[in-house]
């Protein structure tokens, strides 16, 4: 995957094929979003008593570059969709600037995937002997992220699906998956963090939808905001932050978080998340709503360290 071809991106060069293309292209920065979930679930097991560390950096391991697999994916397709415009209002894409041709990232895609499915063989290995049904329903669930990562680019996110899709396989997936391969089993708890991480991780999603609404809308990416309009978007955004919250209080109640803990993952997220949602409105629209995406991720990041903090400390004084 070589080249010598060299092109700008703000005022750096970046060589055809290179190690700085490949690492542009795997968006590094949407990696949070496939570690908070497995921190979370690990978390939770901590809690219960079932941590397993190996099992824990593995499902990292799979997550982290099942997700960049899922960014080639999206990188190629909407190429070759015609979706990535020259309006285009979000970061640069790999194949559409010329840093990386169609043809090499195909077999970047691959490698990519290969490398997912070997670190969730690991996950298969080492919790088999554990497993109620000998890791059978393992299989079927790499699978299952594997296919969806295809179809979300290819179909799914084009009508609307995505949303629901980001709380499936960055919430349901991920925490329970993590949880599972650990404890063996699951409970009310799982699926309950499984919706707080899900719900949590969809504000990234909804400010990338409500950023390229208008350029969605000539591509023909009917996305929930194109759908609904840029106003049910914004507000959105704002309750997704709110309904994290209240469902984060069902584990204070549950006895996995204690009052201390809940108090100040509630009044650090709730400030930050109403003051990004803030910036949000008043930007409206353009470029700079790429700074609420970095913001949005930063908040990510913090309520799921708080949270998994959160769990972790309330385990310790049981």
């Keep these: 995957m070589t080249g010598t071809t060299e092109v700008m991106t703000g005022t750096t060069e970046v060589k055809t094929g290179s190690l700085r293309a490949w690492f542009l292209a795997a968006r590094p920065k949407t990696l949070t979003g496939a570690v908070i979930p497995v921190m979370c679930g690990t978390a939770l097991a901590y809690s219960d008593g079932q941590c397993h560390i190996v099992s824990a950096l593995l499902c990292a391991l799979f997550a982290g570059s099942m997700q960049i697999a899922a960014n080639f994916i999206n990188d190629l397709f909407d190429y070759l969709k015609g979706s990535d415009r020259a309006d285009r209002l979000g970061p640069e894409r790999a194949c559409a600037q010329g840093w990386i041709t169609p043809s090499d990232m195909k077999r970047g895609i691959v490698w990519t995937l290969l490398f997912a499915c070997s670190a969730g063989m690991g996950v298969l290995l080492y919790a088999r002997p ?158 700079a709503l790429n700074r609420i995406l970095g913001a949005t991720s930063r908040n990510m990041l913090l309520m799921g360290i708080l949270l998994s903090a959160g769990l972790a400390f309330t385990a310790q004084g049981a």
Excluded at 159 to 183: E, H, K
């Design 130 to 287: 554990r497993l109620p049904y000998g890791g059978g329903e393992l299989i079927v669930l790499g699978g299952v992220c594997v296919l969806f990562a295809f179809l979300y680019t290819t179909y799914l996110s084009y009508r609307g699906w995505g949303d629901l899709l980001v709380i499936l396989f960055f919430g349901f997936v991920p925490v329970g998956g993590t949880y599972y391969v650990q404890a063996c089993t699951l409970n009310g708890n799982v699926w309950l963090l499984s919706l707080i991480c899900g719900l949590l991780i969809d504000t990234l999603l909804i400010i990338n939808n409500y950023r390229d609404r208008e350029q969605d809308k000539l591509s023909g990416k009917r996305t929930l905001i194109v759908r609904l309009g840029g106003q049910f978007g914004l507000y959105l955004y704002l309750m997704l932050g709110v309904v994290v919250l209240l469902l984060s209080w069902g584990l204070l109640i549950n006895g996995k978080l204690n009052g201390i803990s809940y108090a100040i993952i509630f009044l650090t997220y709730s400030m930050l998340h109403l003051h990004t949602w803030f910036r949000m409105k008043q930007i409206h629209s353009g470029k």
